[in-house]
């Protein structure tokens, strides 16, 4: 296992330095605590892009990097009386040795000093549109930059989006953030197989089973292994609420003969996990209900082993939309007579009544990870298309091509609500299957199959 060193995260400042041109200068907040109520604050979280480049989790920090490698960390000083309500500050005269930057400072100095270190700047780097109010702060010590231009201070006079820097830094990853990672998969698969076997367990002793005791499940074996939150809230969707796609853990109760599906994954020191896995309530799929499921693990296999270095980002949506067309009307669910072929089910996108997001997304810091769906080596590269479906005008670019490193997501699913020709046995059955893959040179590496994904290995699980 490979721990986080200040070297780490010198190294990433000084590839980002390296990126911000001659006379750049950038400045990255990380997150502000919100209120809760009246007298309590939501559970802290640090911002990704700061995270990225400290390994620093106390709110009310900056950090200003210049393009020559120099590193100001702005924070919270020292003060006792604070930290016996509200816990340690690391403060500005430990931060240059623990966090290997060059320079800390107040973060009450911010507003007087980040002026003095913009001028004579040719360009300011910053995140844009992602912290409220940011842009108005820059403008307002802009303007006092300009103010002493008579006393010989240059102001910038580019800004730039930190972002696509920083962006396409995140989205391979390194094999400190690729050990992480694995952990987190690691511990939400227990998590979900804690789930699994609690509901067939309380069923077969005839408890009250409610969507929100499988919830607690989760929770329960993620701070048990120690990871420090939730990735995103946890859907556990039980019976017909396994069609709203974004459903969350409620009251819902868990009958014996329905589907449970649960999309749930921990944050580990900053990493994200996701994983869904559906699966009966009691341990025993019906007829129906298989036939489902072991299509949409079949689009899931195909999408797999589409992904590998060389390949699009999209090429796992299409090799699953191909399996998922056929299921379709093999199983009667789409009529050969109204849509014709599985070629004409692709080109009109009449799955999309089944199934109607994407294959995948990328994964890191965030669940929905920053980076570019587009390859930016051909992003000039355009064909305009109709959507079928809502007759809008589509711009399609190359999708990205992938490399080793990358992680993404692939999450395959059906949703089957009633409708006018759709097979009644099918009605209100909601299934999604949902797996982290790091990008190979030949393939890729799935890091959450630590909890089963074959039909008949989730019922031996759940009988144990």
Known sequence: MTQPTTALYAQRRARLAAQLGEGGIAIVPTAPERPRNRDSDFLYRHDSYFYYLTGFTEPGACLVLAADGTSTLFCQPKDLEREIWDGYRLGPEAAVDALGVQAAHSASALETDLPRLLENRARVWYPFATHAGLAARVEGWLNQVRARVRYGALCPAEQGD???????????????????????????????????????????????????????????????????????????????????LHYRADA????????????????????????????????????????????????????????????????????????????????????????????????????????MHRTGHWLGMDVHDCGSYVEPTEVGQTSQRRDPLSGEAITNRPSRILHPGMVLTIEPGLYVRPAPGVPEQFHHIGIRIEDDAVVTEGGCELITRGVPVDGGEIEALMRG
């Open 162 to 244: 930190l972002c696509t820097l920083l962006d396409e830094m995140r989205l391979v990853k390194d094999a400190h953030e690729l050990d992480v990672m694995r952990r987190a998969a690691a511990i939400s698969a227990q998590a979900h197989i804690r789930a699994m076997q609690c509901s067939a367990r309380m069923l077969r002793a005839g408890e009250d089973v409610r969507e929100y005791h499988l919830d607690a499940e989760l929770l329960h074996e993620f701070r048990r292994q120690g990871s420090q939150a939730v990735a995103y809230n946890s859907i556990v969707a039980a019976g017909a609420n396994a069609c709203v």
């Open 252 to 355: 819902a109760p868990v009958r014996a003969g329905e589907l449970v599906l649960i999309d749930a994954g921990c944050e580990l020191d900053g990493y994200a996990s996701d994983i869904t896995r559906t699966f009966p309530a009691d341990g025993r799929f019906t007829g129906p209900q298989r036939a489902l499921y072991d299509l949409v693990l079949a689009s899931q296999e195909a999408a797999v082993a589409a992904t590998r270095a060389g390949a699009r980002f999209n090429d796992p949506h299409d090799a699953t939309v191909a399996v998922l067309s056929q299921g379709l009307l093999d199983l009667g669910l789409l009529d050969r007579n109204k849509v014709g072929g599985v070629q004409d089910v692709i080109d009109s996108r009449a799955y999309f009544q089944f199934y």
